[in-house]
């Protein structure tokens, strides 16, 4: 009796759980082809002069298209722009534009670039990602409030003609131009909506997909926008963005259906994945580098031969393959190989020697530099509380430590604001830190060697030689002089040793083998225009 | 009793703006702020978004803003989701937090009490024992173990149920919801399990229910009449502490469940130093505790004839 009275309660709760989970939105048309995307996290925002995040990218590339833009590998392709002529110097690029509209029907003209590139050259829309278009005349100093806004280096000459002038020859120009930090905006929804104009009801593209609908921390919906120029070419009708921070949780869904793609698998689960789903295991060469940061104005890293002999004490195989697994390979230079005008080749002088050796050798430039028992090297170690970093510290410690016992690391785990907060304030010894470019070219690694690149040179690495190489090669009109002299300013930068390179990223991505039209690359960008479902495919075929 | 709610109320709205304020100063007083970055912005820049927020006023004046706008129910943009305002980020994620919050406690008394009184009725029996054994593991087991095991077997293996997320056409869809509640309520179906059955044991052995039973009243009747009401006191005042168990419970189910409630706001928006959204989560968060505890005690009263509200 007392049972079947709870058994009652029960039932009422399960029933009630039922009549107030119904309801929500309508149905979206069956027959369209939908991708479920895990990315990450959640947008912080989806304003191009806002965003600061891969994960934004993936979304707002989706919906804008710059001059250029990205072909499914990834490398740099005409997007608004049909042709382009570039001025003896190569300080002075025409762009002329391909006949295009809003998702409204208003024509995309080079007056939409002007608007957009002053807006974000404006202190005032507080766009944290601007310094990316520093190549851009004068608008270094209209970020900083030196200049005037209308005398950056963009004109629009006619509705369809673009003329762009740089502060120096920019080979990587096109790369850098399929980054949404330059691509145009609509500038009549814009003055229309000012800072809401990025909502559902307001936006207007010149992308494939429109932004449909978005739900915070549960997804972004993206639909095909039918007036984008190159529309018969796209296959998939509808994308849903979920932001999966927890990876193991979002490597389920993909494992379950619920997921055609994640952009992220934890190392430790390659094995697991390898053997339960291997064609969805995805993985590339990325460019990027984790590196360690040393404070080079703290008179104990003051000296070359010290950062030297704790950059070569470091067991990077251990790390990439036993921490890190997935393919991480290890590194002894900061430009990752793959890098786009680059030859590459730079590496540190100790890095074929085995690690015992280097102990050793490590050891006596220490003793060399006057530490020793009675003068031991103490320093702190300060690492963020995410990801595999917490794995990595105590492997770098303990490898610190087998130099001598009188080197004495200390670890500290801070969180991620803290820790860069202290970066930026020069308050830090050794630091862990890494850096994924922006775009696909040297230079994009090689500024943060530069003296004016601090904050960002966290290590306060001074070494004008290293500037004036950098300076000039950006001066070098043919790419393979230019390409040479940035290897030799990286050589420089690589023995003086103010970061220690640690790994390579790799890109991991989790893909459904159903899903067609993915290439890995090396920025790892994969617009959906690209993609397709095999099921769907063959649905239509039949 | 009506007396005492208003008392109640009286107490409770100074102790919100207690905790808004401790919690206003304690995010300010934590190192690092939201803009900075892993990639610094330029300082003029940065100096135009610390100004658009006003967060270069000296600190008690942006306490004292804030709290003006506070009481107009501005709870301000959140200062690290860009295109979005608090209030937004909370009505789109409550609901969500909410059902899973309302479900799971229905869930968790419902069955805590069932199960325990089946346990005190057949004290020392099996049953009794698998009970408590069930309880004991139920209580040893945190959620982010069990969200992720639940959610292989149910999800993965079997196929009942999506392993994770909201349904984006649907939103909240049993099959979604199901996983996650059972999850958040396990540990305190233990919980209230245990105490039920401490608790009914007590009870059906005093003086009062023996007389009863002398009386000749049928075993129904003395237990429902009779027993229940006593023995479900100590849950009734377990039903707070309960309720805040529950709320950080989500904190982690929703991350193994990937769920968009307020939960995941909480912690991130704390490590991102996002101040307005951690200060409107909080102020939701201090409220419910509070409603609740005021909840648990008049239903206490109800059923407890020896208190008074005076």
């Known amino acids: 009796?007392?049972?079947?009275?709870?058994?009652?309660?029960?039932?009422?709760?399960?029933?009630?759980?039922?009549?107030?989970?119904?309801?929500?939105?309508?149905?979206?048309?069956?027959?369209?082809?939908?991708?479920?995307?895990?990315?990450?996290?959640?947008?912080?925002?989806?304003?191009?002069?806002?965003?600061?995040?891969?994960?934004?990218?993936?979304?707002?590339?989706?919906?804008?298209?710059?001059?250029?833009?990205?072909?499914?590998?990834?490398?740099?392709?005409?997007?608004?722009?049909?042709?382009?002529?570039?001025?003896?110097?190569?300080?002075?690029?025409?762009?002329?534009?391909?006949?295009?509209?809003?998702?409204?029907?208003?024509?995309?003209?080079?007056?939409?670039?002007?608007?957009?590139?002053?807006?974000?050259?404006?202190?005032?829309?507080?766009?944290?990602?601007?310094?990316?278009?520093?190549?851009?005349?004068?608008?270094?100093?209209?970020?900083?409030?030196?200049?005037?806004?209308?005398?950056?280096?963009?004109?629009?000459?006619?509705?369809?003609?673009?003329?762009?002038?740089?502060?120096?020859?920019?080979?990587?120009?096109?790369?850098?131009?399929?980054?949404?930090?330059?691509?145009?905006?609509?500038?009549?929804?814009?003055?229309?909506?000012?800072?809401?104009?990025?909502?559902?009801?307001?936006?207007?593209?010149?992308?494939?997909?429109?932004?449909?609908?978005?739900?915070?921390?549960?997804?972004?919906?993206?639909?095909?926008?039918?007036?984008?120029?190159?529309?018969?070419?796209?296959?998939?009708?509808?994308?849903?963005?979920?932001?999966?921070?927890?990876?193991?949780?979002?490597?389920?869904?993909?494992?379950?259906?619920?997921?055609?793609?994640?952009?992220?698998?934890?190392?430790?689960?390659?094995?697991?994945?390898?053997?339960?789903?291997?064609?969805?295991?995805?993985?590339?060469?990325?460019?990027?580098?984790?590196?360690?940061?040393?404070?080079?104005?703290?008179?104990?890293?003051?000296?070359?031969?010290?950062?030297?002999?704790?950059?070569?004490?470091?067991?990077?195989?251990?790390?990439?393959?036993?921490?890190?697994?997935?393919?991480?390979?290890?590194?002894?230079?900061?430009?990752?190989?793959?890098?786009?005008?680059?030859?590459?080749?730079?590496?540190?002088?100790?890095?074929?020697?085995?690690?015992?050796?280097?102990?050793?050798?490590?050891?006596?430039?220490?003793?060399?530099?006057g530490f020793g028992p009675d003068n031991p090297l103490r320093f702190e170690y300060t690492y963020r509380a995410t990801g595999d970093n917490p794995r990595i510290a105590p492997v770098v410690q303990n490898d610190w430590s087998a130099i001598a016992d009188w080197v004495q690391p200390e670890l500290i785990v801070n969180d991620t604001q803290i820790h860069y907060d202290n970066l930026r304030a020069n308050d830090f010894q050794i630091a862990d830190g890494g850096w994924i470019a922006d775009y696909n070219d040297a230079y994009n690694f090689l500024f943060l060697g530069e003296y004016r690149s601090v904050p960002m040179n966290y290590s306060r690495y001074n070494n004008p030689a290293y500037d004036e190489m950098v300076t000039a090669a950006n001066r070098e009109l043919d790419p393979v002089v230019r390409g040479d002299m940035m290897a030799q300013a990286e050589q420089m930068l690589v023995d003086d040793m103010p970061i220690i390179p640690i790994v390579y990223y790799v890109s991991k991505n989790l893909v459904n083998p159903d899903v067609v039209g993915w290439e890995d690359n090396i920025v790892d960008i994969h617009r959906t225009r690209y993609m397709c479902l095999s099921s769907a495919m063959e649905g239509a075929a039949e | 009793m009506f007396g005492f709610v208003i008392r109640r109320i009286g107490v409770a709205i100074p102790t919100i703006l207690v905790i808004i304020t401790v919690a206003f100063f304690m995010m300010r007083a934590a190192p690092g702020g939201p803009f900075d970055l892993e990639r610094p912005m330029p300082e003029e820049t940065r100096q135009t978004i610390l100004a658009n927020y006003g967060l270069d006023q000296p600190l008690w004046r942006q306490y004292v803003n804030y709290m003006g706008d506070l009481m107009q129910g501005d709870l301000g943009p959140s200062l690290k989701l860009r295109d979005k305002r608090v209030s937004e980020i909370i009505a789109e994620g409550f609901p969500v937090s909410a059902t899973i919050g309302i479900f799971s406690m229905a869930l968790a008394i419902a069955l805590g009490s069932l199960l325990g009184s089946i346990a005190a009725l057949r004290q020392n029996t099996s049953g009794d024992f698998s009970i408590m054994t069930f309880a004991m593991v139920g209580i040893s087991i945190p959620p982010f173990v069990m969200g992720p095991i639940l959610a292989l077997v149910f999800g993965l293996y079997l196929g009942w149920v999506p392993t994770g997320g909201l349904d984006p056409r649907y939103g909240m869809t049993p099959d979604r919801l199901i996983l996650p509640i059972i999850t958040l309520a396990l540990p305190q179906i233990a919980i209230i399990a245990r105490l039920m059955r401490a608790s009914m044991i007590e009870v059906i052995r005093s003086n009062y229910i023996r007389t009863a039973r002398a009386k000749g009243l049928s075993a129904t009747a003395v237990i429902f009449k009779h027993a229940l009401r006593s023995a479900i006191l100590p849950l009734v005042s377990y039903l707070g502490p309960a309720s805040a168990a529950v709320l950080s419970g989500s904190l982690v189910i929703e991350r193994v469940f990937q769920l968009p409630g307020i939960g995941k706001h909480f912690v991130d928006a704390a490590l991102q130093r996002d101040y307005t959204v951690v200060m409107g989560v909080v102020i939701i968060y201090a409220s419910l505790i509070i409603l609740l505890n005021l909840l648990a005690d008049l239903l206490y009263g109800v059923l407890n004839p020896k208190v008074k509200y005076d």
């Not at chain 1, 009708?237 to 494992?255: E, F, I, Q």
């Open chain 1, 1 to 369: 009796m007392i049972r079947t009275a709870f058994l009652k309660t029960v039932l009422v709760t399960a029933s009630a759980l039922a009549l107030a989970s119904c309801g929500g939105g309508s149905p979206v048309d069956s027959d369209n082809i939908i991708l479920h995307r895990g990315n990450t996290a959640e947008p912080l925002s989806l304003d191009p002069h806002k965003a600061s995040g891969t994960w934004e990218n993936h979304i707002i590339g989706d919906m804008f298209i710059g001059l250029f833009t990205e072909d499914a590998n990834g490398a740099p392709v005409p997007g608004m722009a049909e042709s382009w002529d570039v001025s003896e110097d190569g300080l002075t690029w025409t762009f002329h534009l391909r006949e295009a509209s809003w998702s409204d029907g208003v024509p995309v003209t080079a007056n939409d670039f002007v608007f957009a590139w002053r807006r974000i050259a404006a202190p005032e829309t507080g766009a944290q990602y601007v310094s990316l278009l520093y190549p851009i005349a004068g608008m270094e100093a209209a970020t900083r409030g030196e200049g005037p806004i209308d005398a950056i280096g963009v004109r629009a000459i006619d509705d369809r003609t673009l003329e762009v002038s740089l502060e120096n020859p920019a080979p990587y120009l096109p790369g850098l131009l399929t980054h949404y930090t330059s691509f145009p905006l609509p500038q009549h929804v814009v003055e229309q909506y000012g800072d809401e104009w990025v909502r559902p009801a307001n936006i207007q593209v010149n992308g494939a997909y429109r932004l449909e609908d978005w739900r915070t921390n549960n997804f972004v919906h993206l639909v095909r926008n039918t007036g984008f120029f190159d529309n018969d070419n796209v296959c998939i009708d509808d994308v849903y963005y979920y932001p999966t921070v927890d990876n193991s949780a979002a490597g389920r869904r993909v494992r379950n259906g619920e997921l055609h793609i994640n952009n992220n698998f934890p190392g430790q689960q390659l094995d697991f994945l390898n053997r339960e789903i291997p064609d969805y295991v995805r993985i590339a060469p990325y460019m990027g580098t984790i590196y360690f940061s040393m404070n080079t104005t703290l008179d104990i890293f003051s000296d070359p031969n010290v950062r030297n002999a704790l950059g070569m004490s470091i067991d990077r195989h251990f790390i990439a393959d036993e921490i890190l697994r997935a393919g991480f390979q290890p590194a002894y230079s900061l430009v990752p190989p793959g890098v786009a005008n680059y030859p590459g080749g730079v590496e540190a002088a100790w890095s074929d020697t085995p690690i015992e050796e280097r102990r050793a050798e490590a050891r006596a430039l220490l003793e060399a530099a």
